[in-house]
């Protein structure tokens, strides 16, 4: 992401060599202060790691004995003592379940920490409390190192601002004080690179700090236009460069998150979180950090393999698997929901091996996704299940499945219910026909009757159940019919019928349940994905799913809004969490993408706090005449920047490979097609397609061929542009070759 625009004001104390542990000359300054001082907390920290040993398991033998020294110790200690203390009693109680060596990561010297708070409390000495990625706390060295995921003491970095008198309960206790000072700092290296404090931020630069006027980040645009005057038009990047080589030590985000991003990672482990946020408001920033926090405070329980993350596409699988390790989670399994949903109905229907359909009709997808079947499915399927004729194995299921939808009175009857004026009965017959169509091949697909002759050839009983582990692959009827008989959709259709008549998925002989499920993208799955992913969940229910109702891409799912969802899945008391502040873009760029949603865009508009470059349309009369015009702003943008992201965002593949081979043509240097999701995640050129770029970011977007034969005005067009928009963190052009789009904002044309 790019630097916000800052300008800068020098400051001249001498920032401390690595070695030497100097503190920067006071020459007076108010501000020094807060660079002296952190510069000395940070030599006393790096001072104080330097000496400490790697901590050893403790011995076998007296686990009882330490465990209740601890709690004694807990009961009489400072509030930021405690996690230090109860991470030494989880690290015993896992040894001694164990008896296996637990060392807890030990703090990197290199960058110990990323908050700082002083804190004053009633007839206590003022103290320093740093905020980390692991907690090291040694009081008598006056090094106090607090896990952020540490709730107690975290708490008061997230909630309170400088100044702030706080009142919290933590456990039983009253806690009451005043945060005297509260920091952000970036350390790397063992080095302090930067300080954002109320006051100021303080970034290192060659010969001293320097201070960056937080005041000046709202006139951004302006020091833009100042060191370029010439030509802010039709240049990528002008006025970004010289603040962000300056402030390019960003903090990481966990000292970022602001309280309600906290206050939503830090809810209680049991219980449905549902997020609704606009592009780049956090959604998948809290999901993430959600499963750190429950990881970090109940290890046993949210182990990696009892979490589940469902993402909206392969780009956000490559991207979420990267983060989770970084925040101290393993191998947690990262999946779309169509991958997990074919894997798990392979699993519980082994033997149907059927072609799946890939140009589904749309009335036949809303037709398998809607509410109203939803609903006939979980009743049918309830009674079915209790009714002791039928049959309960995998057969039984498939036979309900295929009853289910071609029952032709009952379906008309929960449509007409459903009364949805969207989906009439002329398309409920339509998809109907279609499932007639092909149920009864699937049936015929069953190897059920060679297992049963098989069966009564060995002289055998026919076990009810599991006939999977009966059929081997060789055991397919002979006459294969290819054509596809199956749509995506049936995976859900089938798991879920599975899940009411015959309980838990299995994986092996285990029920196949997770602790913690994630879901991001949530917009883009049906009630009956959900329902079904729901269904894989212990009993506490531990869940976040989080969505952008604007950025919905599949308009045949039957997912419309929220509240409405929740009913369809009998969660109505379930609160939707508004997210309000958009981080990623500019108010800029946002002020576009919300113009481009019109009657679609959320009543409350988002709060921006970063400012930029102007949006810019540009036209030309040809793509030939566009790829011209990009390769020259292209090329001296990354001589400027070479380690800018930017990526080039088409509806169509054809649209994209047509840029991508002229731009090619034109030497454009890393420049790369991305056709299926296979992101490098590096500087450079991606050219490709808006839906693969869902959830992803970049410094520069160029919007090509928002034309109005592209982009009608439509609600897909109106979702698909904003998503293209919005991923847009600095700077962003729309650029048309025909007659323009009606969605871009006229005010932007006439510019
Ligand atoms: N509190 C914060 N302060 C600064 N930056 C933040 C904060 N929270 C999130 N961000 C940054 O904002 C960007 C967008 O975050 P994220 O991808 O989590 O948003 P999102 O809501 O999932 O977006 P989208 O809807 O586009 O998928 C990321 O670069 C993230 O690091």
């Not at 790019?2 to 006071?26: D, F, V, Y």
């Not at 498939?398 to 929960?414: G, N, Q, V």
């Not at 998503?723 to 932007?748: D, E």
Request: with cysteine; aromatic share 6%; glycine share 6%.
């Amino acid at each position: 992401m790019t630097a916000k625009q800052t300008t800068a004001q020098p400051l001249r104390p001498e920032p401390s060599s690595g070695n030497s542990h100097s503190s920067p000359q006071p020459d007076g300054a108010d501000e020094l202060a807060i660079v002296r001082e952190e510069q000395a907390l940070l030599d006393r920290v790096r001072d104080h790691l330097a000496t400490v040993k790697p901590s050893r398991p403790p011995p076998t033998e007296d686990y009882e004995a330490q465990m209740i020294s601890l709690r004694d110790q807990i009961a009489a200690s400072r509030l930021e003592d405690v996690p230090a203390l109860v991470q030494q009693m989880e690290r015993i109680a896992g040894v001694a379940a164990r008896r296996a060596e637990v060392v807890t990561e030990p703090v990197d010297p290199r960058s110990p920490y990323f908050g700082h708070l002083r804190l004053r409390e009633r007839d206590k000495q003022d103290r320093d409390v740093l905020i980390g990625r692991t907690t090291h706390v040694d009081a008598k060295a006056g090094v106090r190192i607090v896990d952020w995921r540490h709730a107690p003491v975290s708490q008061l970095y997230y909630r309170y601002e400088e100044g702030a008198e706080y009142e919290e309960t933590f456990g039983d206790r009253e806690v009451e004080g005043k945060v005297l000072a509260r920091r952000t700092v970036t350390i790397e290296d063992g080095e302090l690179y930067r300080i954002a404090a109320p006051q100021g931020v303080f970034v290192r630069v060659e010969g001293g700090y320097r201070r960056l006027d937080s005041r000046a980040v709202v006139l951004a645009g302006g020091q833009g236009k100042a060191v370029r005057p010439e030509d802010m038009r039709g240049a990528l990047g002008t006025g970004a460069s010289f603040a962000a080589k300056e402030d390019r030590h960003l903090p990481e985000i966990a000292a970022l998150l602001d309280p309600r991003q906290f206050e939503l990672i830090s809810r209680p482990d049991a219980g449905i979180v549902v997020i609704q946020g606009g592009a780049g408001s956090g959604k998948t920033t809290i999901g993430v950090h959600r499963m750190a926090f429950l990881a970090f405070n109940n290890r046993s329980r949210f182990s990696a393999d009892k979490m589940l993350v469902i993402v909206g596409s392969p780009a956000l699988r490559a991207y979420i698997s990267e983060v989770l390790p970084a925040l101290g989670i393993g191998e947690v399994q990262v999946e779309t929901f169509a991958e997990w949903a074919r894997a798990a109905r392979t699993r519980a229907f082994p033997w149907l091996e059927v072609p799946v359909e890939e140009n589904t009709p749309s009335a036949v997808t809303r037709y398998k996704t809607h509410p109203a079947l939803l609903r006939l499915l979980e009743e049918r399927a309830a009674a079915y299940g209790q009714d002791l004729t039928t049959r309960k194995d995998s057969r039984g299921i498939l036979w309900f499945w295929a009853d289910l939808l071609t029952d032709k009175e009952s379906i008309e009857k929960a449509f007409i219910a459903a009364n949805d004026p969207e989906f009439g009965l002329d398309k409920v017959r339509q998809a109907w026909r279609w499932c007639a169509e092909r149920c009864p091949a699937v049936l015929d697909r069953d190897p059920g009757d060679r297992a049963e002759r098989k069966a009564a050839l060995a002289d055998e009983p026919i076990a009810d159940e599991p006939e999977e582990e009966r059929l081997g692959a060789d055991d397919r009827p002979i006459e294969e019919d290819e054509r596809a008989l199956l749509d995506p959709e049936d995976d859900a259709l089938l798991l879920r019928a599975y899940q009411v008549i015959k309980g838990d998925l299995k994986k092996g002989k285990q029920p196949y349940v997770f602790e913690h499920l994630f879901v991001d993208e949530a917009q883009d799955l049906a009630p009956l994905d959900l329902a079904v992913l729901l269904g894989v969940v212990s009993k506490q229910k531990s869940v976040t799913l989080a969505g952008d109702t604007a950025q919905r891409l599949f308009m045949d799912s039957g997912f419309r809004d929220w509240s409405r969802v929740l009913e369809d899945l009998g969660l109505d008391s379930v609160n939707i969490e508004p997210l309000r502040i958009a981080y990623r873009s500019t108010r800029e760029v946002l002020a576009v993408a919300r113009d481009i949603l019109g009657p679609l865009a959320d009543p409350t508009p988002p709060l921006a706090p970063r400012t930029g470059a102007p949006v810019e349309h540009h036209h030309f009369p040809s793509q030939g005449a566009a790829v011209a015009f990009l390769a020259d702003s292209i090329r001296p943008l990354f001589t400027r920047e070479p380690r800018a992201t930017l990526a080039i965002l088409a509806r169509h593949p054809e649209q994209a490979d047509a840029y991508y081979e002229a731009l090619k043509m034109a030497e454009i240097p890393s420049l790369r097609r991305v056709r299926a999701f296979d992101f490098l995640f590096r500087p450079g050129v991606d050219v490709t397609e808006i839906r693969q770029v869902k959830g992803l970011e970049y410094d520069y977007v160029v919007l090509v061929d928002v034309n109005h034969s592209t982009y009608p005005a439509d609600d897909e067009s109106r979702h698909l542009l904003h998503i293209g928009a919005t991923r847009a963190a600095h700077q962003l052009w729309v650029v048309s070759t025909a007659k323009p789009s009606p969605l871009v904002p006229a005010w932007l044309l006439n510019a």
